[in-house]
């Protein structure tokens, strides 16, 4: 069993900060890629940010170039999402993804966390 669980979500001014992670639990073996996506209400989950196994890859969406990193910490099976200069149409409910292997030889399947909301409000 594989769990993954986000934190950090909340309220945020538009311009402000605020720092999203996951950490994964359970019967891993290996993690590979991580990602971030989001949700708005009407609209399709989008990717927003993806980071490769060892860190070294990071592909953004346009819309958070520039604003939004992503990193990892393969140590504590983590990964983070620091928001910075926030606006109005950051806001979503954002879920972590991750390609896990639960033992040695096996592929790697998708994994969800529950989503963490984020509002953007003055």
């Known amino acids: 069993q594989v769990q993954l669980v986000e934190s950090g979500g909340g309220s945020v001014r538009p311009g402000g900060s605020l720092t999203l992670s996951c950490v994964a639990s359970g019967s891993i073996f290996n993690i590979g890629p991580m990602a971030w996506y989001r949700e708005a209400p009407g609209s399709q989950r989008e990717l927003v940010a993806d980071i490769s196994s060892g860190g070294a890859s990071r592909n953004y969406a346009d819309s958070v170039k520039g604003r939004f990193t992503i990193s990892r910490d393969n140590v504590k099976s983590a990964v983070y999402l620091e928001m910075r200069d926030v606006k109005a149409e950051d806001a979503a409910v954002y879920y972590c993804?991750?390609?896990?292997?639960?033992?040695?030889?096996?592929?790697?399947?998708?994994?969800w966390g529950q989503g963490t909301q984020v509002t953007v409000s003055a």
């Open positions: 993804h991750a390609q896990i292997s639960t033992a040695i030889g096996s592929m790697q399947y998708g994994y």
